[in-house]
């Protein structure tokens, strides 16, 4: 679904030294367009702040914690992809008001997963990863 957003021309190298914040800066940006792609989907009709209320439930820190931690449980992921999980869940701080250290940490690892998958372009995964954690 992201195919065709950009083109970053990064080598394996480049992609292994970039910063898990970064990781996660852009990762947070790919998964809202997953979630607003699907929001949109099922709810054609809506008027834009109901797809947003809709929208947030997919993107608050508790639930990619949740979501996260599911993937791993359901072997969506693998070892490699769960290193970027905890090096991004460490590198968080400053959570929000409305969640949890533990629960900001893993969300930032979450996206971080999300951005790794997307530099390194393997769009298959990011497609299973979304249509997983969306059902």
Request: contains cysteine.
């Amino acid at each position: 679904m992201v195919e065709n957003i950009g083109d970053l021309a990064l080598s394996q190298d480049d992609v292994n030294c970039i910063n898990t914040l970064a990781l996660a800066y852009i990762g947070d940006c790919i998964w809202e367009i997953y979630v607003r792609n699907y929001v949109l989907a099922k709810n054609k009709f809506a008027k834009v702040n109901k797809l947003h209320l809709l929208s947030t439930k997919y993107v608050k820190a508790k639930t990619q914690a949740d979501m996260v931690k599911t993937l791993k449980e359901n072997n969506i992921i693998d070892e490699n992809m769960w290193d970027i999980v905890l090096r991004g869940r460490n590198s968080a701080t400053n959570p929000p008001k409305n969640a949890n250290v533990q629960e900001y940490n893993y969300a930032t690892g979450f996206e971080a997963l999300i951005g790794y998958l997307y530099i390194k372009k393997n769009y298959s995964k990011l497609d299973e990863i979304a249509q997983f954690c969306l059902k």
